[in-house]
Nanobody, 123 residues
């Protein structure tokens, strides 16, 4: 599965931004999907995940209540709606497809990764 993220950019604190992830080639509609992020000098960390059927959306505590993950099964796309952005949200955001049908917070459960899209939040 080839995953391509889009929607990153430079925003101000408090703004909103919507990231999208499209799958090309073999569809990822039967896979759990996740979003991860990596800030400069930091390890990649879990942001949000969702099951193949759109069930069990799960979030890191740092984004809970501000970010919403969703998916359009028919088009094998997954989105991350981000609101009330903070400078601490600045990172490269990666989309990933899980090995199975469930989403997960663990990176090792994902077999396909996009190249990432940069989100920069200025104060």
């Amino acid at each position: 599965v080839q995953l391509v993220e889009s929607g990153g950019g430079l925003v101000q604190a408090g703004d909103s931004l919507r990231l999208s992830c499209a799958s090309r080639g073999r569809a990822s509609s039967n896979n759990g999907m996740g979003w991860f992020r990596q800030a400069p000098g930091m390890e990649r960390e879990f942001v949000a995940s969702i099951d193949w059927d759109g069930g069990r959306p799960s979030y890191a505590d740092s984004v809970k209540g501000r970010f919403t993950i969703s998916r359009d099964k028919g088009k094998s796309t997954v989105s991350l709606q981000m609101s009330s952005l903070k400078p601490g949200d600045t990172a490269v955001y990666f989309c990933a497809a899980s090995r199975g049908s469930l989403g997960s917070s663990r990176m090792e459960n994902y077999s396909s990764w996009g190249r990432g899209t940069l989100v920069t939040v200025s104060s």
